[in-house]
């Protein structure tokens, strides 16, 4: 889940341990300390000289704070899409569900009850099922677009979920079978419905291509040789204007801690799907629209768990259970 904070409360930031790269950046900070403390040594027991002249070195300071500063803008520029990409995707579900229970609210016949409640299950297991996917280790593994393309029974998943948008641009078109003649959804009506089926197939299809388009690896690799080079070179150039054992392993481990923990931070936010504490909170910001498609359809907490619970079942013996479960109470 993403972490949340006050940014007025400087010390709590600061002294935060979830969420932060202090873990993995920690290492390479104390490493490059030690490497500055034993140039001192070496040098103070007239061992070996090992300083350089820094303004070789400094011509490199550019194209690595370049380097770094670019990885992680694009990171969060990802991350930030993505983001946007997927609040699109679930408020187009609920407007979608909206706007149809609008359209027939006044046919409170059995058959507008059952196709109400059935678009409702279909656009919430949609996207029960596109999130798991996006969330798929094997996904990421892969990295093709043709993943959304394919069924996957062994994951609970034996429609593709491309199929899945089908069979809900199928359902609309069936409208007809369910709604009396007098509140039949109006082709103009019916359209606007298609568009939003249209404008989730796509938000969806972008969001896949983020896990399936990594950052370039060309520059991805330029960039961590040329700051692994210049990090563990530079306490050799700090050396050279050193006059006591403490500057240098102290400008080390923050200029280490800075230069490191943002590529850690553009790892961090390359890949927004998963459990981590900074990815996406898939499941709460999916939880709110799936409630809201439940209400939509006009069922409550208790009988979407009755309908899960019946989910082995085909949806037309689903909703007629469903129904008969509402007369009896």
Not at 36 to 48: A, C, E, G, K, P
Not at 72 to 77: D, P
Not at 173 to 186: G, M, R, T
Not at 291 to 303: C, V
């Amino acid at each position: 889940m993403t972490i949340l904070y006050d940014s007025t409360k400087t010390f709590q930031i600061i002294f935060t341990r979830r969420g932060s790269v202090w873990d993995r950046v920690l290492p390479f900070s104390i490493l490059c300390s030690g490497l500055s403390i034993m140039i001192w040594q070496l040098d103070r027991l007239d061992i070996v000289q090992l300083s350089f002249n820094h303004k070789g070195h400094d011509m490199l300071n550019i194209m690595v704070a370049f380097l770094v500063v670019s990885r992680v803008s694009t990171a969060y520029n990802r991350f930030w899409n993505t983001r946007t990409l997927l609040s699109k995707a679930l408020c187009n579900c609920r407007q979608l569900s909206s706007l149809t229970a609008a359209f027939t609210n006044r046919d409170e016949s059995p058959k507008a009850k059952i196709f109400r409640i059935t678009l409702g299950k279909q656009i919430v297991n949609f996207i029960d099922k596109f999130l798991q996917v996006l969330q798929d280790d094997d996904f990421h593994s892969d990295k093709t677009i043709s993943y959304m393309e394919e069924s996957h029974v062994e994951k609970g998943i034996p429609v593709s979920i491309m199929d899945l948008a089908n069979e809900l641009y199928q359902l609309i078109v069936a409208q007809k079978n369910y709604l009396q003649p007098e509140h039949v959804i109006s082709i103009q009506k019916e359209v606007i419905l298609h568009k939003l089926i249209g404008e989730i197939t796509k938000c969806v299809t972008e969001l896949a291509t983020y896990p399936a388009t990594p950052y370039p690896f060309p520059k991805a690799q330029m960039s961590r040789i040329l700051l692994m080079v210049w990090i563990f070179t530079l306490p050799f150039a700090l050396h050279t204007n050193a006059t006591n054992p403490y500057t240098t392993p102290i400008m080390m481990f923050f200029i280490s801690y800075g230069f490191f923990g943002l590529e850690f931070v553009s790892i961090e936010l390359d890949d927004p799907f998963g459990c981590d504490d900074n990815d996406l909170d898939i499941k709460e910001l999916s939880g709110v629209i799936k409630a809201g498609i439940l209400a939509d359809s006009g069922l409550t907490m208790k009988h979407a768990q009755f309908l899960e619970m019946e989910n082995s079942k085909s949806t037309k013996a689903v909703v007629n259970n469903y129904l008969t479960k509402i007369e009896e109470e």
